[in-house]
């Protein structure tokens, strides 16, 4: 691991995996982006220009991938139209950057033999009941609901027969909901931070029931370094931390961390197709890599979170106004 590109590394979970594998390894690294509206050129300032270059580009372009694929033994796979609600209002970017993007890194490292790893989703699953105890292993059966999820399930297919049927060096992981610096605004926690911070109310889809499994990005970057330097080849690792809980609660404990009355939000249109719950079972990677999440107390997570935003508001400020513009568009 001494080349890496690291594809999507301007995004959010990218952008703090890079500064990861800067800190913990001597690794030089290259980050291929797009530059979509999700990216951050900001999230990767300060890292030293000798170990991390960044090249804007389209993973879905044989032309751009396949000479820089060429350069590296190791390819982390991050790049994705990453938000469910953009990918029930316009589909197509997501098949093209989530399918065709990744089968077009796939067949590069096919030709130079480039150990891959590919960062998935829990949600290729679907959903789970909220009255059932269940979680989610390696073995659950793929069952997505949304076409992001589809296209995400779709991509952990093609790793999986590029494995098969051509021998390519990988592995996969499936993690939770993530929270932490830089994630966009669009997405639910950030959502509800920037809103308060604004003294506005925070806006939850239904009746607030849905269950995600939140887990803090550093655990999850944490994670993908401990799969590249001793995962199986071939295997696939479930990443969460165990915490469950539904996003009234968690608009609760916002509300709280700001002193706002607990009842200070609006409740608006559900999402259409909402998974109800997710709930992932990490013993594997627990127990054959030793990896385990350091954010154990979410509330600690949150407050630090919270405080991140109010620092770095000019950079969230850029994009909050169309985000929410986005929102009130589809009454929500
Ligand atoms: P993000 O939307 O914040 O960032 C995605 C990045 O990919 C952006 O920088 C964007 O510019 C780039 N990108 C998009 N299309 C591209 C293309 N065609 N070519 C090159 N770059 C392109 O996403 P995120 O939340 O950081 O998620 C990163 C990965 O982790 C995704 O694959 C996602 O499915 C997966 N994941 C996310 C979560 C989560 O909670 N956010 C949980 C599990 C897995
Ligand atoms: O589970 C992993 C997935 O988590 C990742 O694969 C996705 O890339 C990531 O975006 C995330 O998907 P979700 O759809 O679960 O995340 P989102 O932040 O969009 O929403 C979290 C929950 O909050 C979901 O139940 C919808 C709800 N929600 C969201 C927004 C934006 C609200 O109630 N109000 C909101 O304003």
Known sequence: MERVLVTGGAGFIGANFVRHLVSQTDARVTVLDKLTYAASTEALVGLPGSRVRLVPGDIA????????????????????????D?????????????????????????????RFHHVSTDEVYGDLPLDDPARFTEDTPYRPSSPYSASKASSDHLVRAWMRSFGVRATISNCSNNYGPWQHVEKFIPRQITTLIDRGRPRVYGAGCHVRDW????????????????????ETYLVGADGERNNLEVVRTLLRLFDRDPDDYDTVLDRVGHDLRY????????????????????EAGLATTVDWYRVHEPWWRRHKAASEAAYAAVGQ
């Not at 093209?96 to 067949?107: A, S, Y």
């Not at 803090?216 to 001793?230: K, P, Y």
Request: proline fraction near 4%.
């Open 61 to 84: 372009h044989a032309d751009v991938v396949e000479p820089l694929v060429a350069m590296h033994d190791t390819v982390v796979h991050f790049a994705a139209e990453s938000h469910n």
């Open 215 to 234: 887990i803090h990005v550093d655990d999850h970057c944490a994670a993908i370094l401990a799969i590249l330097r001793s995962g199986r080849i071939g």
């Open 86 to 114: 953009n990918s029930l209002t316009q589909p197509a970017p997501f098949v093209t950057t989530n399918i065709l993007g990744t089968f077009t890194l796939l067949e590069a490292v096919r030709r130079t033999g480039a």
């Open 279 to 298: 709930a992932i079972d990490a013993a594997k990677i627990r127990r054959e890599l030793g990896w385990e999440p350091q954010y154990a107390d979410f």
